[in-house]
T-cell receptor, first 116, second 111 residues
Framework: DAGVTQTPRHEVAEKGQTIILKCEPV?????LFWYRQTKIQGLELLSY????????DGGAFKDRFKAEMLNSSFSTLKIQPTEPKDSAVYLC??????????????FGEGSKLTVL | GDSVTQTEGPVTLSEGTSLTVNCSYE??????LFWYVQYPGEGPQLLFK???ANEKGSNRGFEATYNKEATSFHLQKASVQESDSAVYYC??????????WGSGTKLIIKP
């Protein structure tokens, strides 16, 4: 089975631009997560979907970050407008929920965003 | 709220020495505990998980015991290898979806 696929792997944007990151979860998984990873803040949850329904929209990330799950096999994360402080690695992960609580998260390789 | 605290890195060791990465957690619920590992250029991947108190998880020579009384889940390995160089994350999940992550511990193994 294919793992989580993220594109692009690298993105360079000018301040104020709109960027869209893409994610294809593991086939059959019903949970999908977007995280931002930086050296200072570590892993920060941006959005969480269960069976395509938005369950968590990341609080402080609401204003310029929007994640969508267009179907069960594709999700996007839009950042609009970008700012230099958005430079980070954006990770997508999926999981198959079984029984109580969460199962194992499967992560993609990440999209590294640099905002100039 | 829930939290996870782990050894601040980087931790630098020589090949063949033993490793302990401390992890302590706070939660009022009954969590499942995880250790994830992240190699350069990759996303984190599960090392192992332990859903029950007082049980041990292990994989690739790493192990950790879910100590409910001490609220700890320390990662240990008897003899590290250069290929173990990575960032290690302790995490807990509650009865809902969310994983609470530690800050990560970068491990550097010198040959």
């Amino acid at each position: 089975d294919a793992g989580v696929t993220q594109t692009p792997r690298h993105e360079v944007a000018e301040k104020g631009q709109t960027i869209i990151l893409k994610c294809e979860p593991v086939s059959g998984h019903n949970d999908l997560f977007w995280y931002r990873q930086t050296k200072i803040q570590g892993l920060e949850l941006l959005s969480y979907f269960r069976s395509k329904s938005l369950m968590e929209d990341g609080g402080a990330f609401k204003d310029r970050f929007k994640a969508e799950m267009l179907n069960s096999s594709f999700s996007t994360l839009k950042i609009q407008p970008t700012e230099p402080k958005d430079s980070a690695v954006y990770l997508c992960a999926s999981s198959l929920v079984q029984g109580r609580g969460t199962g194992q998260l499967y992560f993609g390789e990440g999209s590294k965003l640099t905002v100039l | 709220g829930d939290s996870v605290t782990q050894t601040e890195g980087p931790v630098t060791l020589s090949e063949g020495t033993s490793l302990t990465v401390n992890c302590s957690y706070e939660t009022k619920q009954y969590p499942t505990l995880f250790w994830y590992v992240q190699y350069p250029g990759e996303g984190p991947q599960l090392l192992f998980k332990v859903p029950k108190a007082n049980e041990k998880g292990s994989n690739r020579g790493f192990e950790a015991t879910y100590n409910k009384e001490a609220t700890s889940f320390h990662l240990q390995k008897a003899s590290v290898q250069e290929s173990d160089s990575a960032v290690y994350y302790c995490a807990l999940s509650r009865s809902n979806y969310q994983l609470i992550w530690g800050s990560g511990t970068k491990l550097i193994i010198k040959p």
